[in-house]
Nanobody, 130 residues
Framework: EVQLVESGGGWVQAGGSLRLSCAAA????????IGWVRQAPGKEREGVSC????????YYADSVKGRFTISSDNAKNTVYLQMNSLKPEDTAVYYC???????????????????????WGQGTQVTVSS
């Protein structure tokens, strides 16, 4: 059974930084694409970023490119999302998600993210105040 547990959310002022962690278990970590999806109050879920663990390829929505960095520690089966220069519009619940098919799981077309992950964590709240 795929298990994804997020941590690291919290409250921060605009311009600040947070690092989210996603601890994964129950599957072969190296075989998966693992990413982050967020949902702001009253809005649909939005793809943020994804990493192909096997080769380290990374993908970002235009809205976070240059500010967020996704990485993985394969020894710890953990994926991180370093979020810098945070803005109030980054306020959302952030979900870690995973899928064996990385191409299906996350793509960016004309700057817009598309996602279709098969497994999800429970989410962690990020609040950015102005």
């Amino acid at each position: 059974e795929v298990q994804l547990v997020e941590s690291g959310g919290g409250w921060v002022q605009a311009g600040g930084s947070l690092r989210l962690s996603c601890a994964a278990a129950g599957f072969t970590f190296d075989d998966y694409g693992i990413g982050w999806v967020r949902q702001a109050p009253g809005k649909e879920r939005e793809g943020v970023s994804c990493i192909s663990v096997s080769d380290g390829s990374t993908y970002y929505a235009d809205s976070v490119k240059g500010r967020f960095t996704i990485s993985s520690d394969n020894a710890k089966n953990t994926v991180y999302l370093q979020m810098n220069s945070l803005k109030p519009e980054d306020t959302a619940v952030y979900y870690c998600a995973a899928d064996y098919d990385r191409d299906k799981a996350f793509s960016v077309v004309a700057g817009l993210p598309y996602f279709d992950f098969g497994s999800w964590g429970q989410g962690t709240q990020v609040t950015v105040s102005s």
